[in-house]
């Protein structure tokens, strides 16, 4: 355990571990189960948002895992039809009443919309962050145009970028736009929605550390600076196998075989996403 709490990255003021557990589509009962079984196993990062509709589950797992407040991090989004400033609050104050917490640590806008006012809901964010109501802020799904106008014109402290990102996508432009600004990228679907399972060049690689191809996906994800990752896993053998994936040592022929790879394969993609750099 302690190999992967050293496994943190710092931003804007807080201390993310590189390992979370993501939430999307777990509802109810096993959704309060799979994040009970987490939180045993050792996982310290837990994330949910306001659409996933989880937010009550999340948070009785939280509540009778007996784990110290201050040993967690949580993070939460507010959905894209609440980014006007009384919706967001109205959102967040439901988050925490859901999760029963005093404080969220992370608070994300879920997606960018078409018409938002930027620095209206940046100003609401900060305040939120002002008011010790969330110890830091931060965005999913935004390009680098926007985070642009986020970061640099608008001057807001942002803790990360929660994106898709796998060894099936590239995003190398995003990575080196963040890294330059000192914030971290979140991957999400970071296996692939399961895809990475069935590849035959990550397998082989598996087959040489006697580890499974999505254990190596992962951990190539993991091993790179700024990066962490929120596998979903329901169950708690899922959940134990992205633990082990951290103690996986690839070398330079892995990558080189891995950077081989297809990039072009994204998972999600809605409408309202913003255009892809």
Known sequence: MEHLQAQNLQAGGISLPKLGLGTFRM????????????LALGYRHLDTAEM?????????????????????????????ENLAPDAMR?????????????????????????????????????????????????????????????????????????VEYHVMLDQTRLRQFLTAKSIPLVAYCPLAQGRVASDPAL??????????????????LLDQDGVAAIPKASRAESQQANLDALKLNLDDADRKAIAALP???????????????
């Open 27 to 38: 509802q109810g009962d096993a959704c309060r189960a799979a994040v009970e079984s987490a």
């Open 52 to 80: 996933y509709g989880n937010e009550e589950p999340v948070g009785a797992a939280i509540a009778a895992s007996g784990v110290a407040r201050k040993d967690l991090h949580v993070t939460t989004k507010v959905w894209n």
């Open 90 to 162: 109205r959102a967040f104050d439901a988050s925490l009443k859901k999760l029963r917490l005093d404080q969220i640590d992370l608070y994300l806008v879920h997606w960018p919309a078409p018409r938002m006012n930027l620095p209206q809901m940046f100003e609401t964010l900060m305040r939120l962050k002002d008011e010790g109501r969330t110890r830091a802020i931060g965005v999913a799904n935004f390009n680098i145009a926007l985070l642009k106008t986020v970061i640099e014109e608008i001057g807001a402290p942002i803790a990360c970028n929660q």
């Open 203 to 220: 397998a082989e690689i598996g087959r040489k550390h006697n580890a499974s191809a999505a254990q190596v996906a992962l951990k190539w």
């Open 263 to 277: 990039k072009d394969r994204r998972c999600v993609n809605p409408g309202f996403a913003p255009a892809w750099d």
